[in-house]
């Protein structure tokens, strides 16, 4: 076993607060895995990633955007959430409202991928509603980030693109490790990764992650709790087979921070009484209340059986609970001297169960070298819930007072359980010709079944199912000089539950992209440069209707992104590292059912997104392993007032 000891200090950057550094130990071996686990990066530079192919593939032979932020880069940032380690990532907006404890924000391409973008280890962590899944960064490898469309690959995705996260797994490695950190809210966390062979050269080796985080933060009143673990098995009784058992637990507990859920008028303006404090507490200490817990249990099976022929299967069961209760800021305009708040609360729990069976073929045709990945996948997914909104007191936002007096809650205008099954049969063929071209082909057909059971008293029960497309075709040529230029095109589908004013389901979002761009290796160094340009365009897009009091759905909203990204990842030296990131982006309404907003530019998404990261590490004399870390990051934005779909 190939052993490294590592001094590099741990340092926690959470809460907005000032870190503490604490040294760390790390005693660890070589990374194995199978055909879907990619090598990790060296240091800053990535070599291949899955989310764009299903397989471990070179970067360069991806025929579209792909970034990777590997464990290192995570721990020089000292992320402490999932979006959080996005923030340097090209053509990902992360974070649009702040620091938000109990969700992952993040926009790609200026589409938002929060509910439906995310992934876990290949599998789609799909939510909707309030019955978000949030993955401890601490309890992964590295993550993944595909631009533009993915649902030829995974089926309905978000248009953007996705965030693949590669988890922490039993590799038949000694592993003991120990981080903690503190921040000056106080917010502490302890950290463990331990692992290794249940017996000498025997197949079976384990691994078990875990960590403990709470305090307080920046806002007054909303402190915070979190336990996570996740245990693993890997059994590998010979070369050619593979099994992975694994699981996951997670608590939270937590009063709500403002989350950047705050009015134009004591933010961006000024308002009579100046700007609202930064640490202001909104709701109600003793009615506010979040409390959730998610586990899930799966397997990953892969067998080799001859040269030719890899067959693999990975399934995964996903149980979320949710319950929450608080005031929130809702500006009626009303009073300039104090916030306008309403209550709210739901209790939500929501099931996934995912498969997905693939086979693998490497063969050769003539002067054809073919990867051939064939599979089917089913999904379902079930989530029950209530949401009520009722009354809440104003409040001063320079002497706030709390009293929990006032708060009241109407009857559920939310009583539903929604069923949303999903059969995908799915090909994909890499194709190497001569000595650099490239041919990425891809076609996968989704059948989709949404039932919906309402129980309030307007009864809107429905039924749909219906089925879509997707294709995707990328020409790739790789130059001996590490110099890679590509052209693509996708098409993509997304389901969405609802149904529109005539009670007509709303039908899935559809959509293309068409994207060229060049990807660069030199030879003289360690690095990675990219360059893309592309047009995306998503149509069907689901849009809030306000109609003789009651609220509707409408799919009558079309929005085109077009733009350019660029991304350097480089190991400059053997103790500096650099990643940069450019992004500009020309953002339109082409079609919505407000005429007067087409030609406008949605809100929140910013048109320009640019960043800098350096990390220096000292490599001897007294100061060995001490780390230093400079960021440069801006984004321009469009104006908050513009009008939105």
């Known amino acids: 076993m190939l052993a490294a000891?590592?001094?590099?200090?741990?340092?926690?950057?959470?809460?907005?607060?000032?870190?503490?550094?604490?040294?760390?130990?790390?005693?660890?071996?070589?990374?194995?895995?199978?055909?879907?686990?990619?090598?990790?990066?060296?240091?800053?530079?990535?070599?291949?990633?899955?989310?764009?192919?299903?397989?471990?593939?070179?970067?360069?032979?991806?025929?579209?955007?792909?970034?990777v932020i590997g464990r290192e880069e995570m721990d020089d940032r000292g992320a402490q959430k999932v979006d959080e380690a996005l923030r340097y990532t090209p053509g990902v907006f992360a974070q649009p409202f702040g620091v938000d404890t109990d969700t992952d924000w993040a926009y790609i391409r200026g589409f938002d991928v929060t509910?439906?973008?995310?992934?876990?280890?290949?599998?789609?962590?799909?939510?909707?509603?309030?019955?978000?899944?949030?993955?401890?960064?601490?309890?992964?490898?590295?993550?993944?980030?595909?631009?533009?469309?993915?649902?030829?690959?995974?089926?309905?995705?978000?248009a953007g693109g996705l965030v693949n996260k590669r988890s922490k797994r039993a590799n038949g490695q000694r592993i003991r490790y120990l981080e903690a950190g503190i921040t000056d809210s106080p917010n502490g966390y302890v950290g463990f990764d331990i692992g290794d062979q249940v017996s000498d050269d025997g197949p079976w080796s384990y691994r078990v992650v875990g960590k403990v985080k709470g305090g307080d933060t920046q806002v007054e009143y909303a402190d915070n709790f979190r336990g996570v673990i996740a245990p693993s098995l890997l059994f590998e009784p010979d070369d050619d087979t593979r099994l992975e058992l694994f699981a996951t637990y997670q608590y939270d507990e937590q009063r709500h921070t403002n989350n950047g859920f705050l009015p134009y008028k004591g933010t961006v303006e000024r308002a009579s009484y100046g700007y609202i404090p930064r640490d202001l507490y909104y709701a109600e200490p003793a009615s506010d209340d979040f409390e959730a817990q998610q586990a899930s249990i799966g397997y990953d099976l892969e067998r080799q059986l001859n040269d030719t022929l890899t067959l693999r299967s990975t399934s995964r069961w996903f149980h979320v609970e949710r319950r929450e209760e608080f005031a929130y800021p809702y500006d009626t305009d009303t009073s300039d001297d104090v916030l306008g708040r309403t209550n709210f609360a739901h209790d939500t729990t929501a099931d996934l169960l995912q498969t997905d069976n693939q086979a693998i073929f490497d063969v050769e045709t003539g002067p054809l070298s073919h990867e051939l990945v064939t599979g089917v996948s089913y999904e379902q997914y079930r989530i029950d819930q209530w949401q009520a909104s009722g009354s809440a007191?104003?409040?001063?936002?320079?002497?706030?007072?709390?009293?929990?007096?006032?708060?009241?809650?109407?009857?559920?205008?939310t009583d539903e359980s929604i069923t949303l099954d999903r059969l995908g049969l799915y090909a994909q063929d890499q194709v190497k010709v001569g000595d650099g071209w490239i041919v990425t082909l891809n076609g996968r057909y989704d059948r989709t079944w949404i039932d919906r059971n309402d129980r309030t008293a307007g009864d809107a029960d429905y039924r749909d199912q219906d089925g879509a497309f997707s294709g995707r075709a990328g020409l790739a040529y790789g130059f001996d000089n590490g110099v890679t230029p590509y052209v693509s095109a996708a098409r993509f589908f997304e389901p969405q539950i609802g149904t529109d004013g005539n009670g007509d389901p709303v039908g899935p979002q559809t959509g293309d992209q068409y994207e060229?761009?060049?990807?660069?290796?030199?030879?003289?160094?360690?690095?990675?440069?990219?360059?893309?340009?592309?047009?995306?365009?998503?149509?069907?897009?689901?849009?809030?209707?306000?109609q003789g009091g009651s609220t509707t759905y409408s799919t009558v909203g079309e929005i085109r992104s077009r733009g350019v990204e660029l991304e350097a990842k480089a190991n400059v030296t053997d103790n500096l590292k650099l990643t940069a990131a450019l992004s500009r982006y020309d953002l339109e309404i082409?079609?919505?059912?407000?005429?007067?907003?087409?030609?406008?530019?949605?809100?929140?998404?910013?048109?320009?997104?640019?960043?800098?990261?350096?990390?220096?590490?000292?490599?001897?004399?007294?100061?060995?392993?001490?780390?230093?870390?400079?960021?440069f990051a801006t984004r321009g934005c469009p104006m908050p007032t513009t009008p939105t779909p």
């Open 393 to 413: 007191p104003d409040l001063d936002p320079i002497n706030p007072t709390y009293g929990n007096s006032g708060l009241t809650l109407a009857d559920p205008y």
């Open 115 to 158: 509910q439906t973008g995310m992934f876990l280890d290949g599998l789609q962590q799909y939510s909707y509603a309030f019955a978000g899944i949030i993955t401890d960064p601490f309890l992964l490898e590295g993550i993944e980030v595909l631009r533009g469309p993915a649902s030829v690959l995974y089926g309905g995705a978000s």
């Open 5 to 67: 000891l590592s001094g590099t200090p741990a340092v926690a950057q959470q809460d907005g607060g000032d870190s503490v550094k604490l040294p760390t130990l790390v005693i660890e071996g070589d990374q194995v895995g199978g055909v879907a686990d990619p090598a990790p990066p060296e240091g800053y530079v990535p070599s291949e990633a899955t989310a764009g192919s299903k397989t471990a593939t070179p970067i360069e032979e991806i025929p579209q955007s792909v970034s």
């Open 516 to 546: 060229a761009g060049v990807k660069y290796q030199p030879t003289f160094m360690q690095a990675l440069l990219t360059a893309s340009v592309f047009e995306l365009t998503r149509r069907n897009t689901l849009q809030t209707v306000f």
């Open 590 to 631: 082409v079609d919505d059912i407000d005429q007067s907003i087409v030609g406008n530019q949605p809100r929140l998404v910013p048109e320009t997104l640019a960043s800098v990261w350096l990390d220096y590490t000292v490599d001897t004399g007294t100061f060995k392993g001490l780390g230093f870390g400079a960021a």
